[in-house]
């Protein structure tokens, strides 16, 4: 009888074992880890070897080169879409749990595959110049995800970027500045830089009179030039070729003023750029996954709605 138990023991065990062993390896291949450079690619870089610095939980404040983290759909729910999701923190720091990989989890949902930016911060002592350090991250990650398209089941003119806080400036920025500062040779110059659509969420847009002052000190320094600034305030690079974006936007934003998105959103009227303007009377500058009020929290199916339009075209 003992020998009998032992034996259903030894059984439940090892089938427990086979579980989780499956589970683990999905949970890996969901967040597969891809580094953006090729080997020895990487531009704008001093060659110092650098620490993952990690102030706390969910916020990393430095990084050795940027990566990207995969979240991918099944198969039989995966839709052609893909975004990147670019972390916010001021340009100091990558909120890249709650501002990354709660909305790659949501954008999962929709069937959409996502991956995650960690990009190098403009604060960085590698970086030879701050200010393009992000950019040149975010340029090699639009290419790679192209390049790679098939691979992953998706399209490579269904890629788009979503921008939370600084993160929203840097997904700006790759929207509007067509300019390949990546440096890659080869048939990497034939694949553009520039999303195919943006979602900005609390973006930082104008670095100047309304600006987050942390973030333009961060990407710009702290002695930036009235050129530098008018050049980096991102509704003065918006033209008729920046692609169709939607904006959110909490009125009660005390951190990263309305008017940001609204400054944006008037150049892309002015531009003729298709896309559109949320702003909620509540959601400070939290506007995420979770939320405090229904309404803002609407949101989320007003932007699946929208990414509805964009993918059927």
Avoid at 205 to 224: C, I, P, Q, T, Y
């Amino acid at each position: 009888m003992s020998n009998t138990i032992l034996s259903l023991n030894f059984l439940t065990m090892k089938k427990f074992i086979l579980i989780f062993s499956i589970f683990i390896g999905i949970q890996i291949s969901a967040q597969q880890k891809i580094t953006v450079w090729p080997k020895g690619e990487m531009p704008n870089s001093k060659g110092l070897k650098l620490e993952i610095v990690e102030e706390k939980e969910g916020r990393i404040t430095q990084i050795q080169e940027a990566e990207l983290f995969a979240f991918l759909p099944a198969k039989e729910e995966r839709k052609k879409m893909a975004i990147i999701v670019i972390p916010g923190g001021g340009y100091r720091h990558l909120t890249y749990d709650l501002g990354g990989y709660s909305y790659a989890k949501w954008l999962n949902t929709l069937g959409i595959s996502a991956f995650v930016l960690n990009y190098r911060l403009p604060t960085s002592p590698d970086l030879k110049q701050r200010e393009i350090g992000p950019l040149q991250d975010t340029q090699a990650a639009i290419k790679l995800i192209r390049k790679n398209a098939a691979q992953y089941g998706i399209s490579p003119d269904q890629i788009g970027v979503l921008g939370t806080s600084a993160g929203g400036h840097l997904a700006a920025m790759a929207s509007n500045i067509s300019t390949d500062y990546t440096e890659l040779k080869g048939d990497w110059q034939t694949i553009s830089t520039v999303p195919n659509f943006a979602i900005l969420v609390s973006p930082v847009v104008d670095l100047d009179e309304f600006a987050h002052k942390g973030s333009r000190d961060n990407l710009l320094g702290e002695n930036a030039s009235a050129e530098k600034i008018k050049e980096y305030s991102m509704q003065n690079r918006v033209t008729e070729k920046t692609p169709p974006t939607i904006l959110f936007h909490a009125q009660n934003d005390n951190s990263v003023p309305v008017i940001n998105s609204i400054l944006y959103y008037e150049s892309m009227i002015k531009n003729k750029v298709k896309g559109a303007l949320f702003i909620f009377p509540k959601g400070e500058h939290s506007i995420g996954i979770s939320n405090k009020t229904e309404l803002t929290d609407n949101w989320k199916k007003i932007c699946a709605d929208w990414l509805k339009t964009i993918s059927n075209k």
